[in-house]
């Protein structure tokens, strides 16, 4: 199932229909991710009925700061509990998915990772009484995207993300747990095609003329290829991928207009550079970011809601020609 299918709250009912209706044909139910909570350990539980498989979580940053400043809203008890319970219903390999890279981390976030990862180690022996544990760390390099609170950050330069991988492998001393990376050229390129403008096409045609295709398979990607091909267009990759941007700058995606306004990013970012958590308007008053009123939606919780509530709406006025 789709990256985002944990945040559909009907997904239990959609499990049972999908396991009901193919269980007999050992057709199974996969799932990229889980959200750390009991919600989705129950889920599991049900997809174990046809395959079984690891337990796939996805704490996103090693420290509690860290994953306050990216808004996780998730705490090392709920992440401690959650494979707790996993382990006790018979799980006994977990995959966990983190970020580097992240606008204000420091080493001591990075050395998180590693410490968390151990403590979930130990937590399944005083569990089960042993150490049959298998753990994957995967670590993802972070790269800036529009239409969030972090599209004006820079991403760390291909050397600082390769440090800071060797720097967590270092760490990594418990033969139970194994570590593994994304190419941090990957993500760069990743990057600037991310936040590009038109300017990018030439570059974009002439790295494909060059045999630039199906660059995200390791086998198939080009770095050299592609900074030849910025080169011979005149383009400055670091423009679009490492540079902060200006707050107010006219960005090549501000034409698009996706329902959250700029100055509701803004005032995220605001808050995740102090570390302030946004409640979830599922649960808690409108945050006014613009989506609701403007495509005419009601934003629900299945899994706690029984009827749709009313809701006071924070107006935002539509960008003149917008949905025409």
């Given at each position: 199932?789709?990256?985002?299918s944990?945040?559909?709250s009907?997904?239990?009912?959609?499990?049972?229909?999908?396991?009901?209706?193919?269980?007999?044909?050992?057709?199974?139910?996969?799932?990229?991710s889980l959200?750390?909570?009991?919600?989705?350990?129950?889920?599991?539980?049900?997809?174990?009925?046809?395959?079984?498989?690891?337990?796939?979580?996805?704490?996103e940053?090693?420290?509690?700061?860290?994953?306050?400043?990216?808004?996780?809203?998730?705490?090392e008890?709920?992440?401690?509990?959650?494979?707790?319970?996993?382990?006790?219903?018979?799980?006994k390999?977990?995959?966990?998915?983190?970020?580097?890279?992240?606008?204000?981390?420091?080493?001591?976030?990075?050395?998180?990772?590693?410490?968390?990862?151990?403590?979930?180690?130990?937590?399944?022996?005083?569990?089960?009484?042993?150490?049959?544990?298998?753990?994957?760390?995967?670590?993802?390099?972070?790269?800036?995207?529009?239409?969030?609170?972090f599209?004006?950050?820079?991403?760390?330069?291909?050397?600082?993300?390769?440090?800071?991988?060797?720097?967590?492998?270092?760490?990594?001393?418990?033969?139970?747990?194994?570590?593994?990376?994304?190419?941090?050229?990957?993500?760069?390129?990743?990057?600037?095609?991310?936040?590009?403008?038109?300017?990018?096409?030439?570059?974009?045609?002439?790295?494909?003329k060059?045999?630039?295709?199906?660059?995200?398979?390791?086998?198939?990607?080009?770095?050299?290829?592609?900074?030849?091909?910025?080169?011979?267009?005149?383009i400055?990759p670091?423009?679009?991928?490492?540079?902060?941007?200006?707050?107010?700058?006219?960005?090549?995606w501000?034409h698009?207009?996706?329902g959250?306004?700029?100055?509701?990013l803004?005032?995220e970012?605001?808050?995740?550079?102090?570390?302030?958590?946004?409640?979830?308007?599922?649960?808690?008053?409108?945050?006014?970011?613009?989506?609701?009123?403007?495509?005419?939606?009601?934003?629900?919780?299945?899994k706690?809601?029984?009827?749709?509530?009313?809701?006071?709406?924070?107006?935002r006025?539509?960008k003149?020609?917008?949905?025409d």
């Amino acid at each position: 199932m789709s990256l985002s299918s944990a945040d559909y709250s009907c997904l239990p009912e959609l499990v049972d229909h999908l396991l009901e209706n193919f269980k007999d044909k050992r057709v199974s139910v996969s799932l990229p991710s889980l959200r750390v909570d009991s919600f989705s350990i129950d889920i599991a539980k049900k997809i174990q009925q046809v395959r079984k498989s690891g337990l796939t979580l996805a704490p996103e940053a090693g420290t509690q700061r860290m994953r306050d400043v990216i808004n996780k809203g998730v705490t090392e008890e709920d992440i401690m509990g959650a494979c707790a319970n996993a382990f006790k219903n018979g799980w006994k390999k977990v995959k966990l998915y983190f970020m580097m890279g992240l606008p204000t981390e420091t080493d001591e976030d990075l050395k998180g990772i590693a410490d968390l990862a151990n403590r979930i180690h130990e937590l399944y022996h005083e569990i089960k009484g042993h150490y049959d544990l298998r753990i994957t760390v995967s670590v993802s390099s972070f790269v800036p995207k529009p239409f969030t609170p972090f599209q004006w950050m820079p991403q760390c330069s291909v050397e600082e993300i390769e440090r800071k991988q060797q720097y967590l492998k270092s760490l990594f001393t418990n033969r139970h747990i194994k570590y593994a990376y994304h190419d941090a050229k990957t993500g760069y390129i990743e990057a600037v095609l991310a936040r590009g403008d038109r300017k990018l096409s030439s570059a974009i045609y002439t790295a494909w003329k060059k045999g630039c295709t199906y660059d995200s398979w390791t086998e198939f990607f080009h770095f050299d290829v592609w900074m030849d091909s910025f080169r011979e267009c005149g383009i400055d990759p670091d423009e679009y991928a490492a540079r902060i941007r200006d707050f107010y700058e006219c960005e090549p995606w501000d034409h698009i207009d996706s329902g959250v306004t700029k100055d509701y990013l803004l005032k995220e970012w605001r808050m995740a550079e102090k570390g302030i958590l946004t409640h979830d308007c599922r649960h808690q008053a409108c945050n006014g970011c613009g989506v609701c009123p403007i495509l005419d939606v009601n934003l629900l919780d299945h899994k706690v809601e029984s009827k749709e509530p009313k809701r006071v709406f924070t107006y935002r006025q539509p960008k003149a020609g917008a949905g025409d």
